[in-house]
């Protein structure tokens, strides 16, 4: 046998057993193929077993020993997790009897009659201890596949949100920002969202899918014209329509994009694009949706965007002090919010404000 | 093991060819234990308890000798403490102890068999 060659290929049985002679038997039988350890009953058996489970393969267990009997054993056994950890294997004089119905209750692989006949017990040792050896090859191999799998998606997902930044912020620096402000709004939304009620009944993915398309909210700027985009001072009427339109731009934008559409970013992106803009009372652009019919992802959004364009410093005016974003807030001097979207803002806010603190 | 301490052992009641098989060919492992089979207490013992007629000291003296003769391959003894244990068991003591002068013949048969050389 090919097991033979080194000790440490070679698997340790755990023989219990009260008589000399089936001791000596099993091990006469075993001994080439495997490392053997005994144990006169089941109370020295099982603190073998307790004191180091991965150092045995299989163990054979009489049934009628004194101190512990066979099936004290099993229940110990069991109350330790280790059933169907190490395959356990009978040793008894009578087949079919209630202690043989209670150790295959108990676990037992199989039932070995005494006195024993070699070529069998041999035979169904080596099957089991073959099976159980190669259920832990698998198990293995299927937990290095998973986790080689998780860090992959986890690369990719790393990768996906770079280039969306790397985007968001190529048209955000066109209006002289750096690409910390899209930054920032991931980070508020997933906050919110994680946070609040407002993220109740959504998944942890879905949360990242938002947080992510949050990001390309404003990627429709990429049209509007760089006088109207870096104005400092007040838009005309003209330039302020041409200005709204980069929601709808944004929209189409990214329904061009077709490796965008088949992900699951894709409809949240395309809704927080075009109606971030849009208000609880109706009056905003380009839909003029009213309360409930804006998502509530894209009304996150829109907040947040006030939020943060009042906390920094802009072409058309500097960053206010925290109190005085608040107070412009809750007053609705920036556009009229769902209360209860407000209600959960200012519960994080004061996490929020951190962000702005260098 | 020589052919003629085979066929003693035989007759006496020990299946050497059924017993080496169980040894897997172990001719030195089978003779010490057949050695030991002689030396046991559990037969002294067994034969004390079926005079003070303690049914649980026969119990387990007859358990651990039927399990011996089984693995040495002592088919009549076996048989005989087979029947004595489930006599015990289900309360027939009386049939268990009616089985003493067999299994000491039988017994003492085996022993001398072995002790010879």
């Known amino acids: 046998m090919d097991r033979l060659m080194s000790d440490e290929a070679m698997d340790r049985i755990l023989i219990i057993d009260d008589d000399e002679i089936n001791r000596e038997l099993l091990d006469n039988i075993f001994s080439a193929y495997y490392l053997i350890d005994k144990a006169e009953n089941g109370k020295i058996g099982i603190d ?94 299927v937990r290095m596949q998973e986790s080689e799998l998780i860090k992959r998606a986890r690369r990719i997902a790393e990768l996906n949100r770079g280039m969306i930044t790397a985007l968001a ?24 969202l994680r946070n609040t009620k407002l993220g109740d009944g959504l998944t942890e993915e879905e949360i990242m899918n938002i947080s992510l398309a949050s990001i390309m909210h404003d990627v429709g700027k990429i049209a509007i014209p760089d006088y109207i985009l870096s104005k400092p001072g007040r838009l005309t009427s003209e330039e ?27 409809s ?22 009213k309360g409930d019919e804006i998502s509530i992802w894209a009304q996150i959004v829109s907040l947040a965007d006030v ?29 009229t919010f769902n209360p209860q979207l407000l209600q959960c803002f200012f519960s994080v806010e004061d996490k929020l404000s951190r962000m702005y603190e260098n | 093991m020589d052919k003629q301490r085979s066929e003693m052992l035989y007759e006496s009641g020990v299946d050497v060819n059924d017993a080496l098989a169980r040894f897997m060919g172990n001719e030195a492992l089978l003779e010490k234990f057949l050695l030991k089979f002689c030396s046991d207490k559990n037969y002294s013992e067994l034969k004390d308890a079926a005079l003070r007629r303690d049914v649980d000291g026969m119990i387990r003296t007859s358990h651990s000798l039927k399990g011996m003769c089984g693995n040495l ?45």
């Open chain 1, 48 to 141: 073998r077993i307790e004191a180091d489970p991965d150092r045995y393969s299989a163990v054979l267990l009489d049934a009628m020993m004194p101190v512990m009997d066979g099936l004290e054993v099993l229940r110990r056994m069991e109350k330790d997790g280790l059933r169907n950890v190490i395959p356990v294997f009978l040793i008894t004089a009578e087949a079919s009897t209630d202690v043989t119905r209670e150790a295959y209750e108990l676990g037992v692989m199989d039932v070995i009659l005494k006195p024993v006949v070699p070529y069998l017990v041999l035979k169904r040792v080596n099957s089991i201890v073959e099976l159980f050896r190669a259920r832990k090859r698998l198990r293995s191999r």
């Open chain 1, 169 to 192: 912020a190529a048209i955000e620096f066109r209006n002289g920002e750096s690409g910390e402000h899209v930054s920032r709004i991931h980070d508020i939304t997933e906050i919110i």
């Open chain 1, 240 to 266: 302020y329509d041409i200005m709204k339109t980069h929601t709808t731009k944004g929209a189409q934008l990214l329904e061009t994009i077709h490796e965008l559409r088949g992900s699951e970013v894709y």
């Open chain 1, 268 to 289: 949240y992106a395309c809704d927080i694009a075009r109606h971030h803009h849009e208000r609880w009372d109706g009056r905003g652009y380009p839909d003029g949706l």
């Open chain 1, 307 to 335: 939020y943060d364009a009042l906390s920094c410093k802009r072409v058309y005016k500097d960053a206010f002090p925290r109190e005085k974003v608040i107070s412009m807030i809750r007053n609705g001097e920036c556009g």
């Open chain 2, 73 to 117: 391959s002592m088919p009549k003894l076996f048989g005989l403490f087979t029947d004595q244990l489930t006599a015990l068991r289900s309360g027939k003591t009386e049939d268990a102890l009616r089985l003493m002068p067999q299994i000491s013949e039988e017994y003492d048969k085996v022993v001398k068999s072995i002790k010879k050389s």
